[in-house]
């Protein structure tokens, strides 16, 4: 680890705590993988008898989820964040990532049986009316401990554009508008604040407003791509552990002091 880094982290960003794993002799690639584990231990010391989880989906939270190690003494339930995504990688999915922490945790798993995004913001808040979806999301919302991962807007990456979502100039328009990245599906803006443009009204699943009420969210991100993304995750004011490489902390950093520098 890097307590110095950490620190500052802490003190930029005002978080709770920053877990910043030192580079290894490990290839690259396995970054993320070893950055997920470093969140697992957190989180294995973090939990405890009777508390209630909620996970996102994706890459990040996978690693996570993946490394935590089966025998957890106690029950810990687990709720579906977001809606799901139809994924090439359905184990990336959260309604499986659900299952396999509530599995690990000796707990229950609550579904959030809905798709992540529908066609409009009227088909939205008719979904979320209805009984069961408003049940899973207020399980959600009363969760002690939250996983998060933090997506860009990259048309390569992006699993909106992977799954049909939106498409690579829907992407630049958001960008253009202002648009960085995105938690549990909500997109948000270089200064942390949600996007405005109609696509979080499509969202079936946790707010920004949401993970803030929450009093312990945790957000797991890697790679120079993510840097600007992780800059907007981070004003939010929803995370409260950062879990990262070196690499991406130093740039992360030095980002942040150029933009106060230009304000």
């Known amino acids: ?20 794993l030192r580079p290894g002799s490990s290839d690259r690639s396995h970054a993320l ?28 939270t996978y690693e996570v989820i993946h490394a935590v190690r089966p025998g957890f003494q106690g029950h810990v339930n687990v709720v579906q964040a977001v809606g799901s995504l139809a994924l090439a ?15 690990k945790l000796g707990g229950t798993a609550h579904y959030l049986s809905a798709p992540m995004v529908v066609d409009s913001a009227g088909a939205a808040e008719v979904l979320r009316s209805q009984r069961d979806i408003q049940r899973a999301l207020e399980l959600a919302r ?7 991962g933090v997506g860009n807007l990259d048309p390569a990456t992006s699993e909106f554009c992977k799954a049909g979502y939106l498409c690579a100039d829907d992407l630049e328009a958001i960008r253009t508008s202002g648009g ?34 929450i009093s312990t969210v945790m957000s797991i991100a890697i790679g120079e791509s993510k840097v ?3 800059l907007g995750a981070l004003r939010t004011g929803v995370v409260d552990i950062f879990c990262t490489d070196l690499d991406t902390a130093t740039a992360v950093l030095m980002e942040a002091a150029a933009y106060t520098r230009v304000r």
């Open 89 to 103: 990688t359905p184990e990336l999915d959260s309604a499986s990532l659900t299952r396999e922490l509530a599995a």
């Open 180 to 213: 960085v990245g995105d938690m549990s599906a909500q997109i948000f803006t270089a200064d942390g604040l949600p996007y405005i443009g109609g696509f979080n009204e499509r969202v079936i699943g946790l707010r920004l407003e949401d993970l803030r009420a």
């Open 33 to 60: 993988a070893r950055v997920g584990q470093l969140g697992a231990r957190f989180l294995e010391q973090t939990l405890r008898d009777g508390m209630t989880m909620t996970v996102c989906l994706g890459r990040s």
């Open 142 to 148: 009363q969760a002690d401990v939250a996983l998060v």
């Open 228 to 230: 600007q993304s992780i």
């Open 1 to 20: 680890r890097a307590p110095e880094i950490e620190a500052r982290l802490c003190a930029v960003f005002g978080l709770r705590e920053a877990l910043v």
